[in-house]
Nanobody, 124 residues
Framework: QVQLVESGGGLVQAGGSLRLSCAAS????????MGWFRQAPGKEREFVAA????????YYADSLKGRFTISRDNAKNTVALQMNSLKPEDTAVYYC?????????????????WGQGTQVAVSS
């Protein structure tokens, strides 16, 4: 079992930045690909970013590329999501997830473990 706890969410003005963190416990995340997803009110959960086990490969939703950066520190068992130039449409609950197989990192259904989420609100 892997327990994931997100932190770093909050209220920020448009154009601002936030850094989300995901702390894992129970097992080392070095054997898991990791991803971030988000869900806005009334909308489906959507892919934000993912990173391979080693951190050598990263993947982003096309609409977020250039503003968001995913990273990981396997020694600290953490994953981060740096979010810059935030927009009101980025408002959502952001979830961290772990995927053992790592086949389709854009598909939420393939992830094995999820955190409880952290709220991000961007005001205009």
């Amino acid at each position: 079992q892997v327990q994931l706890v997100e932190s770093g969410g909050g209220l920020v003005q448009a154009g601002g930045s936030l850094r989300l963190s995901c702390a894992a416990s129970g097992r080392t995340i070095s054997t898991y690909a990791m991803g971030w997803f988000r869900q806005a009110p009334g909308k489906e959960r959507e892919f934000v970013a993912a990173i391979s086990r080693s951190g050598g490969s990263t993947y982003y939703a096309d609409s977020l590329k250039g503003r968001f950066t995913i990273s990981r520190d396997n020694a600290k068992n953490t994953v981060a999501l740096q979010m810059n130039s935030l927009k009101p449409e980025d408002t959502a609950v952001y979830y961290c997830a772990a995927d053992l197989l790592g086949w389709d990192l854009r598909d939420a259904g393939t992830y094995d473990y999820w955190g409880q989420g952290t709220q991000v609100a961007v005001s205009s």
